[in-house]
Each structure stands twice: as C-alpha cells, then as structure tokens.
C-alpha cells in the first residue's frame, strides 16, 4: 500500500509559477519501482493527464497542454515528487492529483485507470 499527499496549492496570477510536492510513503517504497503521474481534473472535466515518470526507465511523458510550461523532479532522501509549473495560465485551474502504480519493468502511462494510488488533491487556482 502507498499514500500519497500534496500540497502546495493556491491561487496565483497568469504567468506566475507554482511548485507541488507529492510525499509517498509506504513499505518498500521506491521510485525505481513505481511510475508517478500527474493529473488535473477542473470543474464539469473529466480527469486530464498532466505528466508521467518511471525513474527506472528514465522515461517521461507530458500531456500536450502543459509540455515545455511544466516541470518533473524527484527527491529520493524524502520520497517527493515535484511539479514545476510555469507561465501557468488561467486554463490551468483545476485540483491537481498525484498517483502511483507499481511497475517495476518501468512503463509509463497516461489514463487514470491505470494507477492504482492517489493522492488526495490540491487545488490551483490562476486568476488576475
């Protein structure tokens, strides 16, 4: 079993930036065994895919609206997971989820449906 929880959520202004940690604890625990992803859900939505990472295989997939703005970044010491966000838009509004699923062979995948574990959500809210 994991458990995630993020934090980091806020309202902001369009083009300002926003970093969201995402703590995983559990036994056995590692990145190198689990692929962590992203996701947002905005009002009336459904659940969109923002980022996918597996540690062990070095692969990352982005979803096409956020690619180039949105950052990845691991901290092994504390088992956190950041997004970067930057030059966030008002589209960008939406709770924003971390999720994890157990593959150890390093797969990388974009649909909810497929992790297993997540997060309780934070919300980001982009407004001048």
């Known amino acids: 079993q994991v458990q995630l929880v993020e934090s980091g959520g806020g309202t902001v202004q369009p083009g300002d930036s926003l970093q969201l940690p995402c703590t995983a604890s559990g036994e056995n625990f590692s990145f190198r065994r689990y692929t962590m992803g992203w996701f947002r859900q905005a009002p009336g939505k459904e659940r969109e895919f923002v980022v996918g990472?597996?540690?062990?295989?070095?692969?990352?997939y982005w979803g096409d609206a956020v690619e180039g703005r949105f950052t990845i970044s691991k901290d092994n010491a504390d088992n956190t997971v950041y997004l970067g966000m930057n030059n966030l838009r008002p589209e960008d509004t939406a709770v924003y989820y971390c999720?994890?699923?157990?593959?150890?062979?390093?797969?990388?995948?974009?649909?909810?449906?497929?992790?297993?574990?997540w997060g309780q959500g934070t919300q980001v809210t982009v407004a001048s």
């Open positions: 990472s597996n540690w062990y295989s070095g692969e990352t």
């Open positions: 999720a994890a699923d157990y593959r150890p062979g390093g797969t990388v995948v974009d649909a909810p449906y497929q992790y297993e574990f």
